[in-house]
């Protein structure tokens, strides 16, 4: 698997605009896989050494040095590390109305690779959070914070061609608004087994058949597909953690038919959760 840290920190308080989750860093052995998986937030992954592939909603992107790989949330992901020459990255987990501007604006939902970034400028502040480990501080939390609005900031200053390219001066702010206020609902009621498409567009006051449109190209898939996804990882790292029965974990996971959890679980991850759980207790 090769050297791998990763430190979660607990907010003492949440951010409506940005939150820093977690962040790690990581060196690949040739025979490094991750996935597949499915966050219900952004990790920006920092590649400064090497290359591999990553693979999202079955589009394979080669990943090289010196570029930023994204995963979003409620899409699905896998990586692999070239054998010869294997990636070596950092990675914040972050989420809130700025990154989704970010992603919006930097079209991620449909190409989640950052490219074009001021690498030298970038390092030292993805390092910089090491310096800051220590879990619920709100010092710690705010400076965070501000090393993260300085991450965001390079990004954007190395994509953006003029400031009239900013979201609030865009035609199509409306739907990206309907579309991240719906994010913004499945992410805090996604285990409720009442959500629905029908529930969200009754609570928003939105025609069905639009919502479904500007949330596929604003987000990338369908608000069904995002509500199975973010439930499905769920209950992926509810097996993981608890000893709770897997029946149990359907239910709380928002799955009212744990026949139909079994199933969609089996096609997303290759096996059934009781195998899962089997291979679990085996070791």
Known sequence: MGFYKDYVMGNPFSLKELNVHYFGTHNSEPDFTYGP???DHYVFNLVHE?????????VEYEVQEHTIFVFLPGHNIKLTADYQNPFKYLWIAIDGSVVDRLAYLLDLFKRPIITNICYDELLPLFKDFFNYTQPNILTNTLKHNSICNEVLYSIL???LSSP??????HDELPSFQHAYRAVAIIKERFTDPSLSVSSIVEEMNIDRSYFSK???K???ISPTEFIISLRLEHAYSQILQTNLPIKSIAISCGFNDPYYFS???SKRYGFYPSRLRVDLNKK
């Open 263 to 265: 199933r969609i679980f």
């Open 164 to 169: 009239v390219d900013f979201p609030l001066m």
């Open 157 to 159: 200053q190395s994509n």
């Open 218 to 220: 604003h987000v990338g």
């Open 214 to 216: 500007i949330f596929k």
């Open 37 to 39: 998986s499915v966050r």
């Open 50 to 58: 090497g290359r591999g592939t990553y693979i999202t909603d079955s």
